[in-house]
């Protein structure tokens, strides 16, 4: 029987941990639950849904979430550590929860509801390299973002990634630089009509061997 194509298609991916999970787990497990449990239903998953994400799955601190849309990846990213932020005014600094966002446009592979590939893996490594309450993003992200979006990206210049062959171009919004970005209303008016739907470019079927995160 010949084997059927692995399903493939192009997607903005957002990888997202928590800064110093074992850290905050160690020193009081409880409260550090409570409060990731309760950022996640009043804010994260919220702004995810609103910008029309699919969460693929979490594990502890981390989650890996999937856009059509590579505006709508990011926008939700920027929003979410702005929340986070202003969260954590009240919060002593070693109590805080504070997320780390790696965000990637590529090709994956999909397996019932998960996904894998290169695009996965790259957007977890752009994760690891971001500051806690910042974003790290790949070149094609930055790019697609250009005039759809009213933000200037740290250029971090070329970095080699774990199993990623190729050095990556990475570019950051540092926390600072997130906290100084006009309101989510602003930054609606300022995409206007023009965010990249990823579902809409054409990927062709590729029948090669699955790569995990």
Do not use: W
């Amino acid at each position: 029987m010949p084997t059927k194509p692995t399903e493939r298609r192009l997607a903005a991916i957002l990888a997202a941990d928590v800064a110093g999970y074992s850290r905050l787990m160690g020193a009081d497990e409880g409260d550090t639950l409570r409060q990731l449990k309760a950022h996640r239903r009043a804010l994260v998953d919220p702004k995810i849904a609103q910008h029309r994400g699919r969460i693929v799955k979490t594990a502890g601190d981390g989650m890996l979430v999937e856009f059509a849309s590579v505006v709508d990846a990011v926008r939700c990213a920027v929003e979410m550590q702005r929340g986070m932020a202003k969260r954590n005014v009240n919060v002593p600094q070693d109590k805080r929860i504070e997320f780390r966002v790696g965000i990637n446009v590529g090709d994956i592979a999909i397996d019932g509801e998960d996904i894998f590939g290169d695009g996965v893996n790259l957007a977890a490594r752009l994760e690891a390299l971001a500051e806690p309450g910042g974003i790290c993003v790949s070149g094609r992200v930055q790019e697609d973002t250009v005039g759809r979006l009213p933000l200037s990206f740290e250029d971090r210049g070329e970095q080699h990634v774990k199993n990623i062959v190729r050095p990556v171009r990475v570019y950051a919004l540092g926390p600072k630089t997130i906290a100084e970005l006009p309101s989510s209303t602003e930054m609606k008016l300022a995409s206007g009509s023009h965010a990249l739907d990823l579902r809409y470019l054409a990927v062709e079927p590729f029948d090669g061997q699955q790569q995990h995160c």
